[in-house]
């Protein structure tokens, strides 16, 4: 099976609920030990920049694989923070609750991505990490990792270019969040995702959604119907092609004429 027929698959809905609930704690499953030269991933993942000898070095340094499926959380907020997690299949959201249990979603993350870095001021986590579909992280103890970034310049020089992203990203949410329209919101959304799914080494033009459209609402400050309507909206005005979760960009100048940023 290619990459392209790989990410078409239709993936199951996750459930979808008006109220944030907390369900159990899985118990995210441990499985073999990987090794990060031989992964997919490795061209997108934290080590990508490391020589043969320095990614022996810092595959020592992932302790384990854990799996998730789908609905469950990989860790909670108020969780102590030991670990990060680098993405190697499936996706993530992040989310929080307010006093009244209400869900907030703050972020995605798909396969390459580190999940956890906010954690590192406090030493808890801030959010819930919540797989959007059955996923399996790569394990980081951030203690060994901080150590091998004092003896790799590389690998300290790459986990600043991380941190600097996701530092980008939450400037773009608090742009979209504060100053777009619903329309231009979606569209910046969309262009997000064409950009990460690229970066995957997947098609950017063509991708499937891994997240529900109240999940997309919910993040985007959007009501379900709102996003629901501008996504046929948009498939009208001839800028994307919409076969249930499956989209296409087709016309991606467009859509950034319209973001205006």
């Known amino acids: 099976m290619t990459q392209g027929n790989a990410l078409r698959q239709v993936v199951p809905q996750p459930q979808s609920a008006a109220v944030y609930s907390i369900a159990p704690r899985p118990a995210a499953r441990a499985v073999m030990e990987p090794r990060c030269a031989n992964c997919c991933m490795r061209s997108v993942c934290l080590p990508c920049r490391l020589d043969d000898a320095e990614l022996e070095k810092f595959d020592d340094l992932v302790c384990t694989t854990r799996r998730v499926a789908r609905g469950q959380t990989l860790y909670r907020a108020g969780d102590k923070f030991e670990m990060l ?27 390459g991505e580190l999940m956890g870095m906010e954690a590192i001021s406090r030493l808890e986590h801030n959010y819930d990490a919540i797989a959007l579909e059955d996923s399996e992280v790569c394990v980081l103890p951030f203690a060994a990792l901080e150590a091998a ?18 530092i980008s990203r939450d400037q773009g949410l608090m742009l979209m969040l504060g100053g777009m329209s619903a329309e231009q919101r979606l569209a ?29 609402g919910n993040y985007l400050g959007l009501s379900t119907e709102t996003v629901s309507r501008l996504f046929s909206q948009m498939a009208r005005d001839g800028l994307l092609g919409v076969n249930q979760r499956e989209v296409e960009l087709k016309e991606s100048e467009a859509l950034m004429e319209l973001v205006g940023y």
Do not use: N, W
């Not at 680098?86 to 993350?109: L, M, N, P, Q, Y």
């Not at 004092?150 to 790459?158: H, V």
């Open 85 to 111: 997690y680098a993405v190697h299949s499936g996706s993530f959201k992040s989310a929080c609750a307010s006093r009244h249990g209400a869900e907030k979603i703050t972020g995605f993350h798909f396969p």
């Open 149 to 166: 970034a004092r003896r790799m310049p590389e690998l300290q020089r790459q986990l600043l270019r991380v941190l600097s992203g996701d």
């Open 188 to 216: 910046a959304f969309l262009l997000s995702l064409s950009r990460r799914y690229g970066h995957m080494g997947y098609d950017p033009e063509r991708f499937v959604l891994r997240m529900t459209r109240e999940e997309i």
